[in-house]
């Protein structure tokens, strides 16, 4: 097996399969089968983004998987953006359909014609909703576990507002919604406003979510979207002002996938394993039983007090008591990523601490049998927070600044160009062009810079982003 | 809007609609919209399900949605029972696949293949899993929202064992399983073991769990199955014994949808709306403040005094603080299905208690102030157990026996069958051709009961139960 440094694709492929977080042998290329891990840690990301969704007032809905194909059309950029890329119902039984239905790629022209029925006056605004479903998506390029998929494990939010202002606002909101989950998972992100060739299909613009994989590429692990009225008009969606006008609402979306996931293994795992966040790994802490013929019992007892203990407190935990040795033991729960392992035997109990190995960086160490619940607490919150730091300082690393265009000629592959742009389509396609590289945009919070277009070179340029994605 | 008594059918489709579980103005037929108070009820429905999974070591899983034809077709009766209802996907993008994709009507034939790669040897089994996803039929009856829907809100478990002991001491665990999920949603329900010509597509024999609508017609509302081998042996499954022969394992599966939600509303619900079992009501107690001018401050305060400390102790509450007089507030609330109302005015707080109504009986009473919790808890369990007696009541008043098969003749609609059947199945057909009528099947735990066949007359019959299904 590669290691991480040699070949990231291989590494990782393998590193999913070791972990068995899916399994990716299903008849259908491109969709895997969730297999009990990974569906625990994925359902554990859901249930982050949940918390937040309530902690927001949006109410969780669930709508139907099929579109008929005239709902489908109502938007022209939306559908020439998916044309290629949707999977087609003709037939139901032995008979073909009198109007095709499409697998849903994401939701809008599911749920608009819903909104317009629901919106009717000022008083139903802010809608703010979310559903968390399977999406569907004919991937041509090659497909990755997590990463590139045809079917997605997909969360959406959809919002309506009264006019842009508060719409602007969602999407500060989503924001912060972003950044609450992925400081649970540990992961640095930027914030780029996509170029306008590269928005989503009917948006009138996009912030990119953004993570850094090791290779130097990143990976849009989601993006919030404002439409404007761009799909309010298509689908209707008006609602009468207090003085009685008839006007169309401005929305927003926020989209994830289970590209967090991917994001996760990308970034935190090493050629040993998996390195979960405490957050999400489905088990925080791993007991090991450490114990001769003589005191098996006394240490099992003592393991099992333990993780009662921790149990109660909350911490997910397990005893490993299987007949088998402790190096292999440990061995197994480094591929599974578990954070912090214990390790208990009769010298543990006379001096009245476990032993503690962090999964994130090997560091040892001892916790109290008085303290456990606290230190418990206070160790994977410092796996936590060190698990951000050491990203966030690997991928800042990745950045280069081009004063202008012939600079990008002597940096490596594998790094993220800061560049000036004048904002023009012109001087973003020749950047793109000449070096087959994308630019990711421009950022969603304004950054301390001024300076010339790398391209043209006028002045009053801002700053953006380019990098080859993953 | 016609009373439960007069129109089910009609009076059913109203419910739904004025408690706002689902929006059935989706364009497609069949296929609704989870509006966001029917959808909490059904995640509540859901979390149940996954809590007794859990408490019996089913692991959770999420198999793709799309089944190639390939695989679908290789267990005969299974495609033969599913060939008319089936969704195909024929088209990806703009051109056609070169292999139709079935979108799943159940997950047997997505499961079987991987199983077969998943197990290996006897350490394997038994093998545990679930899932909880949309599933497809193409309806051909009328559609009703959560009893008959074309997208379906699915629950299923998928087992393999040893042998067929071990298999069928699993269906006993489902059958405990089943008991206690319906024991939250106040049903009664029966186990019935269906007639051949009405098992499962593939199945060794069904247990169907049929509970009772008010017009006297049974509703399913979920199935175990045992599958003997009938699945492994075209899947090929096997695994390696612990002398080393390689043999089939034998199959279990346990399966349940929205249609528990649909049983909730069709046995609990009246004229005035739902009635929510408090286990999935999101909502178990509404307050309801009455102030004057002069107090509404005071009166306020109280109630969320009261709701913080219900909340703490783990109740799902809410204080109706629109502006509305109270009489409009108890019947959108009533409508809503909340169990538990508390009125909280001047005379309450000055005698130190709260005033409560039932929603399921119209009881009142008052809980003091200084028990709370302890009351609220009290009054919320007696509702659960009223209810579930209630309608275990009504149900059994269904159930006539039918001595020989004349005497059928004499049993108004509406009501269910009790008859001797000898077990051949030329008695069956007989009995159901002659009075349209289904034979649901014989008591799957043994019923008290000797007797003759109530169609040939012969000695040493069991138990048969035959009604119309909803």
Redesign the interface.
């Known amino acids: 097996m590669p290691t991480k440094e040699q070949d990231f694709g291989e590494w990782y492929n393998e590193t999913v399969d070791k972990a068995d977080l899916c399994?990716k042998?299903?008849?259908?290329k491109g969709?895997?089968?969730?297999?009990?891990y990974g569906?625990?840690i994925m359902?554990q990301i859901d249930s982050f983004l949940r918390r937040e969704m309530e902690a927001t007032e949006h109410?969780?809905?669930?709508?139907?998987?099929?579109i008929?194909e005239?709902?489908f059309k109502k938007e022209k950029d939306h559908i020439k953006g998916f044309?290629?890329?949707?999977?087609?119902?003709?037939?139901?039984?032995?008979n073909p359909l009198d109007i095709r239905?499409v697998?849903r790629p994401t939701s809008e022209t599911?749920m608009y014609?819903?909104f317009s029925?629901?919106v009717r006056s000022h008083q139903d605004l802010p809608l703010k909703?979310f559903q968390i479903?399977?999406t569907?998506r004919?991937e041509?390029k090659q497909t990755r576990a997590f990463m590139r998929v045809r079917?997605i494990?997909f969360f959406e939010s959809h919002t309506c507002h009264v006019d842009q202002e508060d719409a602007e606002k969602q999407v500060a909101e989503d924001v912060e919604i972003v950044d609450a989950v992925c400081k649970e998972l540990c992961l640095p992100y930027s914030l780029l406003i996509r170029t306008d060739w590269d928005k989503f299909p009917g948006a009138y613009y996009t912030v990119g979510i953004d993570t850094v994989m090791p290779n130097g590429r990143t990976l849009q692990i989601g993006s919030a979207h404002y439409y404007s009225t761009n799909f309010s008009k298509p689908y209707n969606i008006t609602y009468e002002t207090e003085s009685g006008e008839h006007v169309y609402a401005h929305q927003t979306t926020l989209g994830m996938t289970e590209r967090l996931l991917g994001a996760v293994i990308g970034v935190h795992a090493d050629d040993t394993g998996l390195k979960l966040p405490p957050a999400i790994a489905p088990q925080q802490i791993v007991i090991i039983p450490i114990f001769k013929k003589d005191n098996a019992d006394q240490v099992i007892g003592v393991c099992r007090d333990v993780a009662k203990q921790l149990k109660a407190a909350g911490i997910r935990v397990k005893v490993d008591e299987r007949n088998d040795r402790p190096g292999s033991k440990f061995f197994d729960w480094e591929i599974k990523g578990v954070p912090l392992r214990f390790e208990i035997g009769g010298k543990d109990i006379e001096n009245g601490v476990v032993t503690f190995a962090r999964r994130d960086n090997g560091e040892k160490g001892t916790i109290g049998m008085d303290s456990l619940v606290e230190g418990s607490k206070m160790v994977l919150d410092m796996i936590s927070k060190d698990m951000l730091e050491a990203a966030k300082a690997k991928q800042q690393g990745f950045v280069d600044d081009v004063p202008c265009m012939d600079a990008v000629d002597s940096i490596p592959e594998g790094r993220i160009v800061r560049l000036g742009w004048c904002g023009c389509p012109e001087c973003g396609h020749k950047f793109e062009d000449k070096y087959d590289i994308k630019i990711l945009g421009t950022p969603y919070k304004a950054e301390n810079w001024v300076g010339k277009c790398s391209v043209c070179g006028k002045d009053g340029a801002k700053p953006a982003y380019a990098a080859r994605t993953l």
């Not at 044309?83 to 032995?94: I, R």
């Open positions: 399994d042998r299903y008849p259908i969709m895997n089968v969730w297999t009990p569906w625990k359902s109410d969780e809905v669930c709508f139907p998987l099929l008929p005239s709902e044309d290629e890329e949707v999977y087609w119902v003709t037939h139901a039984g032995l239905l697998l599911a014609p819903m029925l629901w909703t479903v399977n569907f004919y041509t079917e494990h």
